[in-house]
Nanobody, 126 residues
């Protein structure tokens, strides 16, 4: 069974930077299409960024373009989300999600993902 574990969340001030990590274990050991989503209180889960298995293609949500960068290190089975220029509106629980090995493109819908982490809280104060 594939497991995803997020880390790196915390409390920061507006304008600060933060890097989240998502480490994958279990399954066949193959890399998977992986994305970050976030969910603020009272709001729907929102696509943030996604990356293909090789890292050659990335996709970003409109609200984070130019501020967030997704990357991966397949030797460490880890996907990163570098967040810069953080705003109070970025406050949310950030979830890492992955698709089954047979699904090779990044999609921005929650239903397109088969595995989810438990989430890590990011709080941005003004």
């Amino acid at each position: 069974q594939v497991q995803l574990v997020e880390s790196g969340g915390g409390l920061v001030q507006a304008g600060d930077s933060l890097r989240l990590s998502c480490t994958t274990s279990g399954g066949t050991g193959s890399t998977l299409v992986t994305s970050w989503f976030r969910q603020a209180p009272g709001k729907q889960r929102e696509f943030v960024a996604g990356i293909t298995r090789s890292g050659g293609t990335t996709l970003y949500g409109d609200s984070v373009k130019g501020r967030f960068t997704i990357s991966r290190d397949n030797t460490k089975n880890t996907v990163y989300l570098q967040m810069t220029g953080l705003k109070p509106d970025d406050t949310a629980v950030y979830y890492c999600a992955a698709r089954k090995i047979t699904r090779t493109i990044v999609v921005s819908v929650v239903s397109g993902y088969d595995y989810w982490g438990q989430g890590t809280q990011v709080t941005v104060s003004s």
